[in-house]
């Protein structure tokens, strides 16, 4: 399983619940099965590590995202990728509209397909540290409810 996590700017929340998942899915029998990677709908940070408060908020939790790097979604994305998890409605309209033709990767808000009440994962980089923490929050119950999910459909990642 080959999963997308995108946002705008991929400096704060996709690259976030990018290092996320992965560290939960370490815990797993599920970490050779699933792959993850984050990207942007834009292009203003290409090549940038993630935002310093994203990269603070993390290493506080004992995630390292410094090695992270800003990209923008591409063509490729639609069929090297099963699913392009989006951080927010807006995010979920431009990742359709970018598809191509033929793409066979499937789109939806992270937080439902993680299973989560809550739709949107609210932008905190006009914000400051707690806005931050708060995000790092519910995306630790997503990365949580992506892991759950895939144990069901992949078999028991335990």
């Known amino acids: 399983m080959r999963l997308l996590v995108a946002c705008l700017g991929n400096i704060c929340r996709s690259p976030t619940a990018e290092g996320l998942i992965r560290h939960r899915l370490e815990a797993t029998s599920l970490a050779d099965r699933v792959t993850v990677d984050s990207a942007g709908t834009g292009d203003w940070h290409v090549g940038q590590p993630p935002d310093r408060r994203s990269i603070a908020c993390a290493t506080g939790h004992g995630i390292d995202l410094s090695g992270l790097r800003a990209r923008q979604i591409g063509p490729s994305d639609f069929h090297e990728f099963d699913w392009l998890l989006c951080a927010d409605s807006a995010n979920l309209r431009d990742v ?14 992270l937080l439902e397909w993680a299973g989560l009440d809550q739709r949107e994962v609210p932008d905190p980089y006009t914000g400051d540290a707690h806005q931050f923490e708060r995000v790092w929050a519910l995306l630790e119950r997503a990365a949580d409810g992506v892991v759950a999910r895939l144990a069901r459909e992949l078999g028991d990642g335990r």
Not at 96 to 109: D, I, N, T, V
């Open 96 to 109: 359709r509209k970018l598809a191509p033709k033929g793409a066979s990767a499937q789109s939806a808000l």
